[in-house]
């Protein structure tokens, strides 16, 4: 039973599209995060959600969107993608907010923008 | 600034022998510690953290992690190295930011364990 799960796994668009990914964890936990990681393997935090509501957003061009519709999922909506935007996407979730439990991941979605 | 580094790119081991794998920080306060590890084409995984306590850390797969304030070091360790440990690792520190928490990533070292 997946703990923390995201669709699509592979995701091939051209430039200008809007897409999404989808995450969900069945964990229970309050916190969930998007991240994104580059081609070099750099891990970076783009947005965190505690109980639905956005704690952090980091610089990320507001072409990003991120929206929580309930506490288990935290959905990434993307517009007008552009090449820079291919990269693995990582959903995650802890148990709280404070940053001392442990991030569970997902699989990662890769993107890719032609 | 708060930072955390891994020096090393890559670290090639004989299985067998010993591994370790660096990282350093720079943060205020206490230092909140994790080691995660990433196997090709899958998502992170927890090994193991430093929040308090005894500065050695046990954690998953033989693991473990030395935290010394001196230092400023939390270096992961293993006594004998598995050609399944082969992978990517990443050192974390929290920071606080605007008054949220984040965890902050070295670049990552590459592990390689040759048989």
């Known amino acids: 039973d997946t703990a923390v799960s995201q669709t699509p796994k592979y995701l091939v668009t051209q430039m200008g599209n809007d897409k999404s990914i989808k995450c969900e964890q069945n964990l229970g936990h309050d916190t969930m995060y998007w991240y994104k990681q580059d081609s070099k393997k750099f891990l970076k935090i783009m947005f965190s959600y505690n109980n639905k509501e956005l704690i952090i957003n980091e610089t990320v061009p507001n072409r990003f969107s991120p929206k929580s519709p309930d506490k288990a999922h935290l959905n990434l909506h993307i517009n007008s993608l552009e090449l820079g935007d291919s990269a693995v996407y990582f959903c995650a979730s802890s148990q709280e907010v404070r940053g001392t439990s442990e991030q569970y991941f997902g699989p990662g979605t890769r993107l890719t923008v032609t | 600034a708060q930072s955390v580094a891994q020096p090393e790119d890559q670290v090639n081991v004989a299985e067998g022998n010993p591994l370790t794998v660096k990282c350093t920080y720079s943060?205020?306060?206490?230092?909140?510690l994790f080691w995660y590890v990433q196997y090709p084409n899958r998502g992170l995984q927890f090994l193991l953290k430093?929040?308090?306590?005894d500065n050695l850390v046990k954690g998953s797969y033989g693991f473990e992690a030395e935290f010394n304030k001196s230092q400023t070091s939390f270096h992961l360790k293993k006594p004998s190295a598995l050609v399944s440990d082969s992978a990517l690792y990443f050192c974390a520190v929290r920071v606080s930011m605007d008054s949220n928490y984040q965890l902050i990533w070295g670049a990552g070292t590459k592990l390689i364990i040759k048989p």
């Open positions: 943060v205020s306060g206490n230092p909140y």
């Open positions: 430093y929040i308090t306590g």
